[in-house]
């Protein structure tokens, strides 16, 4: 099984800031990568697809990049309402999909 | 517009089983894979399996595999996911979540959740 893992587990940020969040896959995943914001007690919604495609809708401080094993979400400018959890989604595995374990933002 | 709509919230003692609704609008129900996927308290989000309502094939987490079962009635658009034997594990929000059409296995659109809680 493809396992996925996130870093850091945790941030704070202010708004206004920069944040980077890494998924690492154990092994090459290509570009089979999604991204996902989660608020609590509500349902996730989709970022980025395929590593570096921004999903309709989604502002554009949001991007993603990476291949193979190593993948970045970054968030410019953070707003407030982007203090969320955000979690990485493999495909690779079809039909048998991995989410990471989430890294949580939060207000600084 | 497209959406996917949940049925409400279950408590269910250990032992018993459970039965969610996934109904959808918007869009051709038969033709786009629907997802089940779970997010215990405080905890992050598990892929439980997927199902294709044109055909009624289905994939499971080895985790699940005996223990849910997914089917679909597609003349009422909606998709049903049961889990038997609950255990206090099981006590999550679950959602059912539709393929994107722009790239496979992408969870676009969302239902809005339904708790199941299991308790004595």
């Known amino acids: 099984d493809i396992q996925m893992t996130q870093s850091p587990s945790s941030l704070s940020a202010s708004v206004g800031d920069s944040v980077t969040i890494t998924c690492r896959a154990s092994q090459s995943i290509t570009n089979y990568l999604n991204w996902y914001q989660v608020k609590p007690g509500k349902a996730p919604k989709l970022l980025i697809y395929a590593a570096s495609s921004l999903q309709s809708g989604v502002p554009s401080r949001f991007s993603g990049s990476g291949s193979g094993t190593d993948f970045t979400l970054t968030i410019t400018n953070m707003q407030p309402e982007d203090f969320a959890t955000y979690y990485c989604q493999q495909s690779q595995s079809t039909p048998r999909l991995t989410f990471g374990p989430g890294t949580k933002v939060d207000i600084k | 517009q497209v959406q996917l709509v949940q049925s409400g919230a279950e408590v269910k003692k250990p032992g018993a089983s459970v039965k969610v609704s996934c109904k959808a609008s918007g869009y051709i129900f038969s033709g786009y894979y629907i997802h089940w996927v779970r997010q215990a308290p405080g905890q992050g989000l598990e892929w439980m399996g997927r199902l294709f309502p044109n055909s009624g094939d289905t994939n499971y987490a080895q985790k699940f595999q005996g223990r849910v079962t997914m089917t679909s009635d597609t003349s009422i658009n909606t998709a049903y996911m049961e889990v038997t034997g609950l255990r206090s594990d099981d006590t999550a929000l679950y959602f059912c979540?539709?393929?994107?059409?722009?790239?496979?296995?992408?969870?676009?659109?969302w239902g809005q959740g339904t708790m199941v809680t299991v308790s004595s």
């Open positions: 979540a539709r393929d994107s059409l722009l790239w496979s296995d992408a969870l676009d659109i």
